[in-house]
């Protein structure tokens, strides 16, 4: 599976599914009376009725703020399961119209429109909030006049808390600014009551933060106590926090919970197959003055912190230049090595990073076949293969990979089972997918892989080569789902992936596995397997 641009590609569990500088923070606020908090519970309306806002003939209300009206929807949406965090697509200045219509849909008004400065901001709130909900939802309800009060809290005028107490916590945005300006969108997308809740709350906020007193569990207690603190610290499930403590321990897991909040890293890399070179890419990344540096591990690829928009409103993915593609999984593309004339599978291939990868590296000659269990998605890789100018090598087959490997008796040079997996490894990337993983998931899951894993090695040739990828980082669905492969299929033995990949990169077992926190890019796994010529079926 594909980091951060994929859901899950193969096998869908059912589940409950930029970067700013920040303005200089103020040392004093001026504020106007304290407004009192209303105590009453809160009616769980979305929008006040017409008449509680003022509008022009077409529902333009010019004083509310754009990107925090559309945050605020966005944000309804995600928490209501009909969108995800990231923004980033290539529709360009259409993707700004579609929010407003959201916004309309939603409040029952519009804003001014969105420019590229709100866009950025838009990106910025939303994925911060997302990956900071546990500790924003922690600090509103302790300034809460009681814990129902939050438990009750209509849906919107909960996001409009949370954009506030982001803005001014981790944006270090003006206080009085940002009040006003929420206090309005209150107002107007609820009713005045709502405004001077949120009036109250954040003047509360800016006071505790001035004195340096926000109210925060302090790390002590057992290890239970510990995670329940350390959750809401670094705004991670509690169950994740459990299980990485007990994997590394406190220190590498707060390291990495620091890792997944901050912003993301994004790589692109470079299609040679239409031509291009690295220099290509650096030299249109110049002229567009989005900053960049090379990547050290692979020769094809550039790293981004910044300007990911700004690459696709210019065109470079839509004109098949570079696409999207972090290092981590093209490091799992070296441990492939495909070479011209290999005949490779794609297991779960959708969204098709790798696929791509693995046919530009083809040079024309051999075939890759993409198996994926989603049509749309393939006819998307199938429309990619086009434009990356790869569609000579790569063929797409619509089909559950266990059925097909029981009835094809077809055997490839090389197969990859790139499986569907908990995504830990790309949390930085997909700020909603914390809160999207259930434990139990993971035993879903493990079954799942077991089962992938089996129908993959069916499609391996005697002295074939067979990799298990995963972008997860933990062990259970990595290193234990290769040993229990081993012990039911002896006819396959560990091949470590010294000299596919950077020493650095290389486990003590020869797998290979890339630590956000050390490495600085997506967690991933892979393990380079080789079927015995000894077996002809």
């Known amino acids: 599976m594909e980091g951060a641009f994929s859901s899950y590609s193969c096998f869908p569990l059912s589940s409950s599914v930029c970067t700013l500088s920040a303005p200089k923070k103020s040392s004093s606020t001026f504020f ?3 407004a009192s908090i209303p105590d009453a519970r809160i009616s769980h309306r979305t929008a006040g009725p017409p008449g509680s806002r ?3 003939s077409d529902n333009l209300i010019a004083e509310i703020s754009p990107h925090r009206a559309a945050s605020a929807v966005r944000l309804l949406r995600i928490e209501q399961g009909g969108a995800f965090a990231d923004l980033l697509n290539k529709k360009g200045r259409s993707s700004a119209e579609n929010e407003m219509g959201y916004v309309e849909r939603t409040l029952g008004f519009r804003t001014r429109d969105l420019d590229d400065r709100d866009m950025r901001l838009v990106t910025e709130i939303v994925g911060g909030t997302v990956r900071w909900r546990r500790y924003l939802d922690h600090l509103i309800m302790s300034l809460c006049s009681e814990e129902k009060m939050f438990r009750d809290m209509e849906p919107l005028l909960l996001q409009v808390l949370r954009i506030g107490f982001y803005e001014i916590i981790k944006l270090g945005m003006p206080p009085y600014a940002v009040v006003d300006e929420n206090v309005k969108l209150a107002k107007r997308a609820l009713r005045p009551g709502a405004g001077n809740l949120v009036n109250g709350i954040l003047r509360k906020l800016v006071s505790l933060k001035e004195t340096d007193s926000l109210p925060l569990p302090k790390v002590a207690g057992d290890d239970r106590a510990q995670a329940r603190a350390l959750a809401i610290i670094h705004s991670h499930p509690v169950w994740m926090v459990r299980r990485w403590m007990k994997f590394w321990g406190i220190k590498e897991s707060v390291r990495l919970m620091n890792w997944n909040n901050c912003d993301p890293c994004f790589g692109l890399r470079v299609n040679t197959a239409k031509g291009y070179t690295r220099n290509d890419l650096v030299n249109r990344l110049k002229s567009l003055k989005v900053p960049h540096e090379l990547s050290t591990f692979l020769e094809d690829f550039v790293r981004l912190q910044t300007g990911m928009q700004t690459v696709i409103q210019a065109g470079l993915l839509k004109e098949g230049i570079c696409s999207v593609q972090d290092e981590s999984a093209g490091l799992v593309v070296s441990v492939v090595d495909p070479q011209p004339g290999d005949t490779i599978v794609d297991c779960c291939a959708a969204p098709g990073g790798k696929t791509l990868f693995m046919a530009s590296r083809l040079r024309s000659q051999g ?9 749309g998605r393939l006819r998307i890789l199938k429309e990619a293969s086009r434009s990356h100018n790869v569609n000579d090598v790569v063929t797409t087959t619509n089909a559950d990979l266990r059925l097909y490997a029981d009835k094809h008796n077809l055997k490839f040079d090389k197969v990859l089972l790139d499986a569907p997996c908990s995504g830990l490894g790309v949390l930085s990337k997909r700020a909603d997918l914390r809160w999207n993983r259930r ?3 993971l035993e879903q899951l493990k079954n799942m892989q077991d089962e992938l894993f089996n129908a993959a090695s069916m499609l391996v040739k005697p002295g074939g080569v067979l990799v298990y990828s995963t972008c997860s980082i ?10 229990a492969f081993l012990l039911r299929h002896p006819e396959f033995v560990v091949q470590p992936v010294h000299g596919y990949v950077p020493p650095d990169f290389v486990t003590e077992k020869g797998y290979y ?8 890019i997506d967690g991933s796994f892979a393990a380079r397997l080789v079927k015995s010529s000894r077996y002809s079926s």
Do not use: G, Y
């Open 32 to 34: 106007p009376p304290l």
């Open 54 to 56: 003022k509008k022009t």
């Open 367 to 375: 075939m890759v076949l993409a198996i994926d269990v989603n049509k």
């Open 439 to 441: 434990l139990e998931d």
């Open 474 to 483: 933990d062990p259970e669905e990595n290193e234990e789902r290769v040993s």
């Open 513 to 520: 596995f890339s630590n956000p926190v050390k490495h600085h």
